[in-house]
């Protein structure tokens, strides 16, 4: 599990933890759960998304075109501390 680990990086070293991150799933199999604000990057990065509302599941999508050619497991948003209401838009 991974809670925001790209959030106070620069953009440079932003992408190349992600791309970090998208090879070592790749090589190892592992699933990876990744904690986001982003949904640009929940989307380059996940084969799945869960947006969670009110700590219930409000969007389950498979993204089969991420929009960049990496992929990572399963990805949420999380509120200040605990599960919110998520203010994504796709």
């Known amino acids: 599990m991974l809670d925001e680990p790209l959030g106070a990086l620069d953009a440079l070293t932003r992408l190349e933890m992600q791309d970090l991150i998208v090879s070592l799933w ?8 990744l904690v986001t ?6 989307v380059a990065m996940a084969d799945r998304v ?15 075109i991420p929009v960049r050619p990496v992929r990572v497991g399963t990805i949420i948003r999380a ?6 209401a998520g203010d994504a838009a796709w």
Do not use: P, R
């Open 79 to 84: 509120g200040s501390g605990s599960v919110a």
């Open 50 to 64: 869960l947006l969670i509302e009110e700590g219930k599941i409000g969007l389950d999508l498979t993204v089969d």
């Open 26 to 33: 790749q090589e190892h199999g592992f699933t990876v759960l």
């Open 37 to 42: 604000h982003d949904v640009s990057e929940a």
